[in-house]
């Protein structure tokens, strides 16, 4: 990646985490969320969150969609009718869900059994951490994301072509699990810039653009062997989602 590139990465890293800061309604970020004691989901704040999470299922199934379709578009896979048989069961599986289920002991991560795949569970500590529309909505569309992919890794090429281009933007090391995870986080990012720029609001876009990542803006970062660090999360996902990048920088106020 060019230095003056990498340099607007860094600059629209520090907008996101400073957004957060003075957002009302800023997601918490991912340490702080582990620090915290579990949450009973009878407790107004895990309500409100699945009540969030509820609501904005639909549009961020919607958004999904759009994603991988879009996605496969940009990577070529669409000459290909056996990935495009793929694409299209993705898509289905995504259809499917239809719920959200608040559980006290997942804390503050969320997670698709595959036994289960119109589910999606939400530990308490996370519902109640993803304060805004934007926040909830790139958090579903990982799930969703997972889900699309299946049991059997079928959007793998479509997962290889992202983390590929991350790696060789930021010189990391993106393979296997962490190769999916980031390619989920690119699909929630991906989905709440479609969404900001589908729904006007009165707030700042910048601020609702941050809201796709700012959990991430730990003081604590530290990766393991599923994931990147978060912050190297934020860093991978701008490398390879450069109008993000300009978005952010550009229209802030
Ligand atoms: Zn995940």
Known sequence: MPPAARALV????????RERKLDPVGSMPIDEMQARPSLPVQTAEAQSGLTRAQKVLPVAKNLVIAAIR???????????SRYQGRI???????????????????????????????????????????????????????ELMHIADGNS??????????????????GMDIR????????????????????V????????????????V???CVDVDEGDEDHLSPRNTIRALLAIHPMLVRDLINTRQ
């Open 197 to 212: 720029a589908d729904s006007p609001s009165y707030e700042s876009i910048t601020r609702r653009l941050a809201r796709s």
């Open 10 to 17: 860094e600059q629209a890293i520090d907008v996101i985490c």
């Open 214 to 216: 700012e959990h991430n």
């Open 70 to 80: 879009q996605l496969a578009a940009e990577y070529g896979f669409q000459k290909s």
């Open 176 to 195: 296997g699990q962490r190769a999916e995870e980031l390619t989920c986080d690119f699909v929630g990012a991906m989905a709440v810039s479609a969404y």
């Open 153 to 170: 890794d079928n959007l793998r090429a479509l997962v290889a072509a992202v983390s590929n281009r991350a790696s060789l933007l930021t």
């Open 88 to 142: 299209d069961q993705a898509i289905d599986r995504v259809q499917e869900v239809k719920r959200i289920r608040p559980d006290m002991d997942s804390r503050d991560n969320a997670s698709v059994y595959l036994s289960r795949p119109h589910t999606i569970t939400f530990g308490t500590i996370f519902l109640a951490g993803l304060r805004s529309d934007e926040g909830m909505i790139s958090v579903l569309a990982h």
